[in-house]
């Protein structure tokens, strides 16, 4: 199923619930999930290549990496064949390429291929909608958006479609903020302004520090989105340590997560973070109080992106979507 067809088949509503099942049932143990697998892929080495083709070529000078992400709940088995090469735009290509296939989990029969890049965006953007609801305040209105690209915008959609807003975009590029704001009726506006909202969400490549602690204030609710692998981190640790923390999956989110830092410097330790799952069951408490700050590490599951892929393939059985079919 080819991306438009992916986003027609899901709206942000469905991704909200079937995510927020996934999480249920996960915790339940009634869907599975081994550790994803990295496969890195380094530049190829070419001496013929000086410096000025390296810039033009920049695939290839910074390589990237391949993640495996299996699942499987719900009479289907999922395989997410992701890539991430930084160097991509520069080649006119995407950074985050890749496909997941789904099959039946009673017989191995594959059932669907799924454009990765689709699925990827509405389970990201339907988890910070997921987690904004367990945690933030009831009274909870604004969203900040710190990073408007493709998934600060899924976000930014998927909480809109919760109920929150206005928000405040911020992107150092500012038609990115712009373009964002205007979809959703919001404001495009400094950082100062977005970290200021009752929900604010990080979603930038990780690279630097975009939350520290002195933007924490009483009440709040932040969904750390960027960060989703080793050595990315969007806030200080000594922000991180400070906060009420969730989040997704402790080892995921422990390894490659924003709460990695904190964890090695010693300031978090297992029995200080609540995965989000127990959190939606009743099985753990959420907020702590009025005054809290809550902070949700995303580091991106495959169980999410069965649970999406999983009504994308429902929605074309029932004739919502066309795809193309092959035999294999
Ligand atoms: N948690 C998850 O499940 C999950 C899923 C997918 C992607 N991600 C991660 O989310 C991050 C963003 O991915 P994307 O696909 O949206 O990338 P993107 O390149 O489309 O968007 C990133 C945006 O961040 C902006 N930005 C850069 N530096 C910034 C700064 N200092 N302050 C504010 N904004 C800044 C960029 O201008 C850009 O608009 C990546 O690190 C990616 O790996 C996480």
Redesign the pocket.
Known sequence: MHHDAVLAAVPAAVAIDRVRDGFLRFHAGEWVMPAKVYLDSPPPESPSVGPADETARGGDRLGGDFRAMPARGGGLALLKWIS?FPGNPALGLP??MGVLCLSDAATGEPLMLLDARAV?ALR?GA?AAVAARALALPEARTVGI???????AWAARCLQTAGYGPGVC????PE?ARSLADELGWTAGR?TEAVRCDVVCC????L?I?FDAGDLHAGMHLNM?????PG?AEATITAVASCSLFCDEWHQASHGGELTGAVEAGLVSREQVTELGAVLAGDAQGRPGPEGVTLFD???LAIQDLAVAAAAYEAWQAGVVQAQTVEL
């Not at 990073?147 to 600060?152: S, Y």
């Not at 979603?203 to 990780?206: F, I, K, L, N, W």
């Not at 989105?225 to 692998?229: N, S």
Request: proline share 6%; hydrophobic share 30%.
């Open positions: 991430s950074t985050v990827t990201t988890v710190v990073g408007c690209g493709l998934h600060g911020f992107d150092p590029r990115a950082r979603v930038t490549p990780g630097e975009v989105l960027g960060a989703d692998g990315k995303s580091t991106g």
